[in-house]
C-alpha cells in the first residue's frame, strides 16, 4: 500500500474578530436571529490538535467519506443490503489483495500438495479460495442472516477495559444482534459454519479428507477466525492511533472492515 501523510487543523474564531447585530421590532414584536460575520487570521488562533490519525473514539466524525458502524448509529439491514454484502465483499480490492497473496502463500508453504505447482497451482489455489470466502460469505453472511432475522455485522464495543473489549470480541462468533435489537446465539454463524464445509466438500471432491471429523474441524476452524477477525475490527481503530498509522491507511482499512453496512 501508498502511505501518504494527511493533516488537518481546526481553526477557531477570534472573539475580538465576532460582530454581532440584533434588533427588535417593536410594531410586530418579532425578533431578528443574531447574524455572525467572522474573519479570521491564521496567525492569531492556537495551534489545534492533529486529526491526521485514526482513534477509537472518533473516527466515525474523522473520516467523511465513510460512516463507521458504531452502537449509537446502528440498524437492522435491509434484506437487500444483507445479500449486497457478500457481492461487496468479493469486488473490495483488500479482499481480492488478501486472496491472491494467500494463493501465494499457500503456494509457497505447499499446504495443499493436490493442487499443484507453478501458475496452474497458483490459480486453482486463487479459485479454490474465492469459492471459499463466496461460500462462507454468502452463508454465514447473507442467507441464513435473512432466514434468521439476524445482523451479519460485527458491531464494535469501542469502550470498557481491553479485557472486557477482548471478550466482548470474541463472544461474537457465536452471538450476534438480532434485527429486533436484542442479542443472542447466532444460529447464523454456528450452523452456518458447518453448513458452508459441508458445501466446499462439494468443490473439493477428491482432493482432500472430507470426512465427517475433517468437516466439523474445517467448522470450528472457521468460527476461532471469525474470532480473531472480530478482535481485529474491534482493536483495529487503537492500533492505527498507537502507532500512528497515516490516515489513509487506516481508512482503506477500517472502510472494510467497519463500515455500516459490511457484512461479516
Same mark, same amino acid.
Given at each position: 500500500m501508498l502511505a501518504g501523510a494527511c493533516a488537518a487543523q481546526i481553526s477557531r474564531p477570534s472573539n475580538r474578530n465576532q460582530i454581532f447585530v440584533s434588533s427588535w421590532n417593536q410594531a410586530d414584536s418579532a425578533y431578528v436571529a443574531p447574524q455572525t460575520a467572522t474573519t479570521n487570521n491564521a496567525a492569531d488562533l492556537p495551534d489545534a490538535p492533529s486529526t491526521a490519525y485514526s482513534t477509537s473514539k472518533d473516527h466515525g466524525n474523522l473520516h467523511s467519506d465513510a460512516t463507521m458502524l458504531s452502537e449509537a448509529n446502528w440498524r437492522p439491514l435491509t434484506t437487500k443490503e444483507k445479500f449486497k454484502g457478500t457481492s461487496d465483499d468479493l469486488l473490495n480490492p483488500f479482499t481480492q489483495m488478501s486472496l491472491l497473496a494467500g494463493a501465494r502463500f499457500s503456494q509457497a508453504i505447499n499446504d495443499r500438495p493436490y493442487l499443484g505447482p507453478g501458475v496452474a497451482g497458483y490459480f486453482r489455489r486463487y479459485g479454490l479460495d474465492t469459492a471459499d470466502t463466496a461460500n462462507v460469505d454468502f452463508i454465514q453472511g447473507s442467507l441464513l442472516p435473512w432466514m434468521f432475522h439476524e445482523d451479519p455485522r460485527y458491531i464494535p464495543l469501542d469502550e470498557g477495559t481491553r479485557k472486557r473489549r477482548s471478550f466482548y470480541a470474541v463472544s +461474537? %462468533?457465536?452471538i450476534s444482534r438480532k434485527d429486533s435489537g436484542r442479542d443472542g446465539w447466532s444460529k447464523?454463524?454456528?450452523l452456518g459454519a458447518f453448513a458452508s464445509s459441508g458445501i466446499s466438500n462439494l468443490y473439493y471432491a477428491g482432493d482432500r479428507d472430507n470426512g465427517l471429523r475433517a468437516s466439523?474441524? +474445517? %467448522?470450528?476452524?472457521n468460527i476461532?477466525? /471469525?474470532a480473531a477477525m472480530n478482535l481485529l475490527k474491534e482493536f483495529w481503530p487503537d492500533? %492505527?492511533?498507537?502507532?500512528?498509522? /497515516?490516515?489513509w491507511i487506516s481508512n482503506i482499512v477500517e472502510k472494510t472492515l467497519r463500515t455500516t453496512t459490511n457484512s461479516d
Open positions: +461474537r %462468533a457465536v447464523s454463524e454456528v466439523s474441524i +474445517r %467448522a470450528m476452524s476461532g477466525s /471469525n492500533v %492505527a492511533h498507537k502507532v500512528k498509522l /497515516n490516515t
